[in-house]
């Protein structure tokens, strides 16, 4: 599956903004999909993630309650909307799809666990 992340910019410390990944080549609804970020001189981090039949999901404990995960199947696209953004969310972010076929911590928290990587969104957050 190939993907295409974008809806990254510029914005002020409590602000918002809502990333988009879209998927193409396989079947989207087969992938659990998750958003790593990776800020300047520092490892790719989780930050979110969802099954693939979009019942359940994960977040990193630094986005609990300010970023939400969705996705629409008939779409192939899945979102990040991101509230009340923080400098230190400040990195570029990725979407990435997993084949696994249970939807567990251990693995949908793991980056290498994902197969397919989208190219990044850089999210500026200035405070």
């Known amino acids: 599956v190939q993907l295409q992340a974008f809806g990254g910019g510029s914005v002020q410390a409590g602000g918002s903004l809502r990333l988009s990944c879209t998927a193409s080549?396989?079947?989207?609804?087969?992938?659990?999909m998750g958003w790593f970020r990776q800020a300047p001189g520092k490892e790719r981090e989780f930050v979110a993630a969802i099954g693939a039949s979009a019942v359940t999901t994960g977040y990193a404990d630094s986005v609990k309650g300010r970023f939400t995960i969705s996705r629409d199947n008939a779409k192939n696209t899945v979102y990040l909307q991101m509230n009340s953004l923080k400098a230190e969310d400040t990195a570029v972010y990725y979407c990435?799809?997993?084949?696994?076929?249970?939807?567990?911590?251990?693995?949908?928290?793991?980056?290498?666990?994902?197969?397919?990587w989208g190219q990044g969104t850089v999210v500026t957050v200035s405070s």
């Open positions: 080549g396989r079947t989207f609804s087969n992938y659990h």
């Open positions: 990435a799809a997993n084949s696994d076929y249970y939807f567990l911590s251990r693995t949908y928290m793991t980056p290498r666990t994902y197969k397919n």
